[in-house]
C-alpha cells in the first residue's frame, strides 16, 4: 500500500462543512492535529455544540473523506467549544456563557417541564447548566428536580446553589419553611429577588443557565434582561388557539425588549394509542404559526405522554428517568436543535456570512 501523506489527509478532511454553520472546517480553521500512521489516523475537530447526532453526521463525513484517500481508519477527538456571550464588565454573571429564558404568554403550556428537561439534556451531553426557577409566585422546580432544603453562605456574601443531577439549581421554594405558603410580594420586591437570584449566587462557570420564566408578560423579563446579557428566548406553546394568542403575546414582548427568539417549542403535540395510531387531541400547527410569527425556528415538538407527569412529580424529569421514551427523545432532539441555534446566532453576530438553518443537524455536504 502506498505511503498516505499526512498533507493529502488534511486537505481532504478540511473539504467537510460543518452543518451548523455551512463552511468547510478549512475555512472555519477548526480541523486540527491531524497525524498519520500506517493506515491509521488521527484528528482533532473543534466544534461549537454539543449534539451527539452532529458529531455522528459530521465523524460519518469524515471518515469518508479519509477512506476516499487510503486511510483504513479515523481516531476523531472532539474539541466541544460552547460560544460565548456579550457580557458586559457590569455584568453578574460573566462566567455564564449562556442564559436561556424558557418562557410563554400563556400559563398551563408546560414551560417549567420544558426547561427542566432542557436543562436535564444539556448536562446530559456534558454540558455545565444551571436552571433558576423565576416563577417566584408559582415556583415548580423543587418538585420537578425532587430536592428540598436551604441554600447556604461559604463568605456571607454569596448563595451556593443546590444540586441535582449535576445541574445548578435556584428557586424561591428553597427559602420557604412551607411549600404551601403563598408569596405576596409587590412588584419592588420582586425584582429585588430575581436580582438575587442572579447576582448574589455562585453560579460559577456554566455553559447554560436555563430560567423558567413565569407566565404572562409581566415584569420578570424586563427585570432579568436588564441585569444580564440574555442569549435569547425559547418559546413555549401549545397546538391549540386559545394559547397561542397568548403565546403571540410573549413573542410581541420579546421583540420590545430586544430579547432574540431561539426558537420555539410545541408541547402536548399529539398522543399515540397503545395500537399506534397519532391523535392531535389539540389541534395541530399552532407551534409552527408561533414560529412564523416569530421569524425563528420551531425546535420540535413534544408528545403527550404519562411517563412525563408521573416522573415529575416523583422528582426525576422524563429525560433522566425514562430516556428513551418518546417525551424525552423528543427533548432531547430539541435540546441539540437549541444548542445549534446558539451556536449559529453567535457565528452570524459575529460577522459569519449567513446565518444557517437552525432546524438541526442537517445531512453534511462534502465540497468538490
Not at 20 to 39: A, M, P, Q, R, Y
Not at 135 to 161: A, C, E, N, W
Not at 305 to 323: F, H, L, N
Amino acid at each position: 500500500m502506498a505511503e498516505i501523506s499526512r498533507e493529502k489527509l488534511v486537505q481532504a478532511l478540511s473539504t467537510a462543512v460543518d452543518p451548523t454553520f455551512e463552511k468547510s472546517l478549512g475555512d472555519l480553521g477548526t480541523l486540527s492535529d491531524v497525524s498519520i500512521e500506517g493506515g491509521r489516523a488521527r484528528a482533532k475537530v473543534r466544534v461549537s455544540t454539543p449534539s451527539d447526532q452532529l458529531k455522528r453526521t459530521l465523524g460519518e463525513a469524515l471518515e469518508a473523506l479519509a477512506k476516499e484517500v487510503g486511510v483504513e481508519s479515523l481516531d476523531i477527538e472532539w474539541d466541544v467549544q460552547i460560544p460565548t456571550r456579550e457580557a458586559t464588565s457590569e455584568d453578574p454573571i460573566p462566567d455564564v456563557k449562556n442564559v436561556v429564558l424558557v418562557m410563554s404568554g400563556k400559563g398551563g403550556v408546560g414551560k417549567s417541564t420544558t426547561a427542566a428537561n432542557l436543562a436535564l439534556a444539556l448536562r446530559r451531553q456534558g454540558t455545565r447548566v444551571g436552571l433558576l426557577d423565576a416563577d417566584i409566585y408559582g415556583p415548580s422546580v423543587p418538585t420537578m428536580l425532587g430536592i428540598q432544603g436551604h441554600p447556604m453562605s461559604k463568605d456571607g456574601k454569596r448563595i451556593q446553589p443546590l444540586e441535582r443531577f449535576g445541574i445548578k439549581l435556584m428557586s424561591i421554594g428553597f427559602l420557604l419553611e412551607d411549600p404551601t405558603q403563598a408569596i405576596v410580594w409587590r412588584g419592588p420586591m420582586l425584582h429585588g429577588a430575581l436580582q438575587q437570584f442572579i447576582a448574589d449566587v455562585d453560579w460559577g462557570p456554566l455553559d447554560y443557565l436555563v430560567v423558567d420564566m413565569p407566565p404572562g408578560t409581566g415584569d420578570v423579563a424586563l427585570s432579568i434582561a436588564q441585569k444580564a446579557k440574555i442569549t435569547g428566548v425559547v418559546m413555549v406553546t401549545t397546538p391549540q388557539e386559545v394559547a397561542l394568542q397568548d403565546v403571540y403575546k410573549g413573542v410581541s414582548m420579546c421583540k420590545k425588549l430586544n430579547l432574540p427568539i431561539l426558537g420555539v417549542v410545541e408541547n402536548m403535540s399529539y398522543f399515540v394509542d397503545p395500537t399506534g395510531q397519532r391523535h392531535e387531541l389539540f389541534g395541530a400547527g399552532g407551534g409552527q404559526k408561533v414560529a412564523e410569527f416569530a421569524g425563528a425556528p420551531l425546535l420540535g415538538q413534544v408528545p403527550i405522554e404519562t411517563a412525563v407527569r408521573e416522573w415529575g412529580d416523583k422528582g426525576t424529569p422524563v429525560v433522566q428517568a425514562a430516556p428513551r421514551s418518546a417525551s424525552a427523545e423528543a427533548f432531547t432532539s430539541i435540546a441539540e436543535s437549541l444548542a445549534e441555534r446558539i451556536a449559529a446566532v453567535h457565528f452570524a453576530r459575529g460577522g459569519g456570512e449567513k446565518a444557517p438553518d437552525p432546524s438541526g443537524p442537517k445531512r453534511l455536504r462534502i465540497l468538490r
